[in-house]
């Protein structure tokens, strides 16, 4: 096996793990909280923890196209440009993150925010606010293993030390009981992880060092387009899936909103195998792309996006024949079967995942400011068609809204990506100096 696909396959296996560290955290969570709280405390903690999920996009994108300019140029072999991009963003969010915190936690802790009412809700909410903080910072540990060959190692550290932060909420929460006793416990070991992280990730023969003598307000800059332009993404996901939501619940109810989103999720697992695959990849894309530009990832691109839409298309129609029987044994004959609408959201979600290693070939080359801008179009307009199609062919009628944009946004996304790897197309500038 040669050393490109032992790192892929190791990729592959890392992102495999993040997906089952999902899946535990998700299904423990709820037994858990409700052995040690009723339902109305467990209801106030989920309210606390999700407001600082809006500071998840504080970074607006820079760790992320960081990474990317990083690996191309150590690609290239550039190892002076590739700290001063890393030195560059680290002032960049030792800025962002500590200003955050400097308005974040003072207003959380003594101004009059209604629901804060007790020193253990603020508590709790500033220290969930450390710990978005902290996990966004320690995303710069995780740039430097992927741009140095260590991706999978980097993936693995990162997912192990989310599992370890929600195993130390878990023992707060049955030590303490209270809701500062779950957030400090979780932010200790957030803490100690990221430092863990920050150490070994210097370990080894790089270039990058934990300082700003490097740092350029230029590199900042050059980065600045690509970075606001990956915070799209999860703007077209919440318009897409929370919108389109709100959409079913207004026309038809909140029972048909459970059979939607249960079909919708059951169709998005080939979604999310396709993307497990088309993550894997992105290291190795940026890297061949900062070595010898476009022409050098059209062969890996070419052969990943040909597995890639097997795959989704493949996984779909499993799952269109497997639908009757894992929505019995999911629901428990709760929800049964349409076939007219599994058999859309299904066709939505193999278009979803053909399109998804070109997606990835575009963000991993920082190439995707484009395809940004006609995701979030494409967002925007299945809302209005989903309105429009819902009133006139009901849940179907939502269902092919998603469809269209999907097939829509999955044509301009290969099309890019053709277009970038084309041959008969100049080669462009991987990294600007």
Known sequence: MSPLLQRIMAALGANAFGQVTNIVIQLASLPLFLHRWDVATYGTWLMLSAIPAYLSMADVGMVATAGNRMTMAIGRGDARQANAIFQSALLFMLLACGGLAAIALPVVLWAPVPGLVGWDERLALAALVLTVLLALFGGLAEAIFKSTGRYAQGTMLANGLRLAEWL?????????????????????????????????????????SWGLRAAHTA?????????????????ANALSFQGITLVVGHLFGPAMVAVFNTYRTLARVAVQVTGTFGHALWA????????????????????????????SVGLSLILYLLAPWLLQLWTH?????????????????????????????????????????WTLLAATGSL?????????????????AMLLSE???????L???????????????????
Do not use: K
Not at 419 to 430: A, G, L, V
């Open 219 to 235: 590199e900042v800059r050059a980065m600045a387009t690509p970075a606001v332009s990956f915070m799209a993404f999860p703007l």
């Open 284 to 311: 190795e894309l940026s890297q061949l792309y900062g070595r010898g530009g476009a022409q050098a990832v059209a062969g890996l691109y070419r052969r990943s996006a040909w597995i890639g839409a097997a795959l």
């Open 407 to 413: 097939l829509g946004i999955a044509g301009v996304c």
């Open 384 to 400: 209005g068609l989903s309105w429009v199609l819902g009133q006139w062919l009901g849940l179907e009628g939502a269902a092919l």
């Open 168 to 208: 130390g909420g878990m023992i707060g929460l049955f030590a303490g009981g209270s809701f500062a006793a779950v957030a400090i416990a979780a932010l200790l070991v957030r803490a100690a992880g990221i430092f863990w992280m920050i150490w070994w990730s210097g370990q080894g023969p790089h270039p990058f």
């Open 333 to 373: 004959g709760r929800i049964g079967v349409q076939p007219a609408l599994i058999g859309i959201l299904l066709v939505y979600a193999a278009a979803g995942g053909v399109w998804h290693v070109p997606r990835v070939l575009l963000m991993a080359t920082n190439q995707h400011v484009g395809l940004a801008q």
């Open 415 to 433: 099309v890019l990506a053709q277009r970038m790897t084309s041959p008969h197309n100049p080669t462009p500038q991987p990294i600007a100096s």
